[in-house]
T-cell receptor
Framework: DGGITQSPKYLFRKEGQNVTLSCEQN?????MYWYRQDPGQGLRLIYY???????QKGDIAEGYSVSREKKESFPLTVTSAQKNPTAFYLC???????????????FGPGTRLTVL | AQTVTQSQPEMSVQEAETVTLSCTYD???????LFWYKQPPSRQMILVIR??????QNATENRFSVNFQKAAKSFSLKISDSQLGDTAMYFC???????????FGTGTSLTVIP
C-alpha cells in the first residue's frame, strides 16, 4: 500500500538535545512538507521541498532544519535553538505542480514530540 | 500573500441534522484549488472534498458538499445527515495553481451529539 510513514509516534527528549523526526513516502511524490500543530493554531508550515536537494522555509522555520537527499525521505531536525519544541508534527506529500489534475496533500500519522 | 480564515472555532450538531462550516480566503490568484480536510481524534488528516476554482459547479462527495462563491472568496462545507463519526477538526485549505505551498485555516472543531 502506498502512503506516508512517520516514526516514532511518540518521542521524548531532554531540553537542549537535537532530535530528528522521520518521514518516508512511497507515493512517488515530488513535494513534501512539515507542519507543526498546536492547540488552536491549526497547521503551521515549517519547511517544504518541491524536489530533491531543494527546500524552502515556511512560516516558522527558526530552530528547525531539513534535508531532501532522496525523493522518498524528508527528515526534520528539531534543534536546541527551537524555544518551544513540544508539539504534534505532521509530514505530508503531494504530486507537485507538475500534475494539478489530481493534486492533494497526503498526510502521515504524525509524531508527538515532548521535550522534558 | 494568501490567507485562509475559519471563523467558527467550535460547532455542534445533532445526529442526522445538517451543519455548515464556514471558510473564507484572500488571494490575488485567478486559479487555485480549495480543500476541506478532516482530522478525527486519531489525528490522521483525511481529505474530505476538493474544488477547482475554475469549475463553477460545487463539488459533492456523498453527504459532503461545498458552497463555493468565488467572487465572495467563500468556501463553506455542508455535512448532511451528520453521523457520530463526523466528530473531528475540520480544516479548510488553499493551494495556488502557481506553487506547491498549501495554506490552512485554524480549524473548526465539530461535535456530533447523539
Amino acid at each position: 500500500d502506498g502512503g506516508i510513514t512517520q516514526s516514532p509516534k511518540y518521542l521524548f527528549r531532554k531540553e537542549g538535545q537535537n532530535v530528528t523526526l522521520s518521514c518516508e513516502q512511497n507515493l512517488n511524490h515530488d513535494a513534501m512538507y512539515w507542519y507543526r500543530q498546536d492547540p488552536g493554531q491549526g497547521l503551521r508550515l515549517i519547511y517544504y521541498s518541491q524536489i530533491v536537494n531543494d527546500f524552502q522555509k515556511g512560516d516558522i522555520a527558526e530552530g528547525y532544519s531539513v534535508s531532501r537527499e532522496k525523493k522518498e525521505s524528508f527528515p526534520l531536525t528539531v534543534t536546541s535553538a527551537q524555544k518551544n519544541p513540544t508539539a504534534f508534527y505532521l509530514c505530508a506529500s503531494s504530486i507537485g505542480v507538475w500534475d494539478r489534475i489530481i493534486d492533494e496533500q497526503f498526510f502521515g500519522p504524525g509524531t508527538r514530540l515532548t521535550v522534558l | 500573500a494568501q490567507t485562509v480564515t475559519q471563523s467558527q472555532p467550535e460547532m455542534s450538531v445533532q445526529e442526522a441534522e445538517t451543519v455548515t462550516l464556514s471558510c473564507t480566503y484572500d488571494t490575488s490568484e485567478s486559479n487555485y484549488y480549495l480543500f476541506w480536510y478532516k482530522q478525527p481524534p486519531s489525528r490522521q488528516m483525511i481529505l474530505v472534498i476538493r474544488q477547482e476554482a475554475y469549475k463553477q459547479q460545487n463539488a459533492t462527495e456523498n453527504r459532503f458538499s461545498v458552497n463555493f462563491q468565488k467572487a465572495a472568496k467563500s468556501f463553506s462545507l455542508k455535512i448532511s445527515d451528520s453521523q457520530l463519526g463526523d466528530t473531528a477538526m475540520y480544516f479548510c485549505a488553499f493551494l495556488p495553481n502557481t506553487g506547491n505551498q498549501f495554506y490552512f485555516g485554524t480549524g473548526t472543531s465539530l461535535t456530533v451529539i447523539p
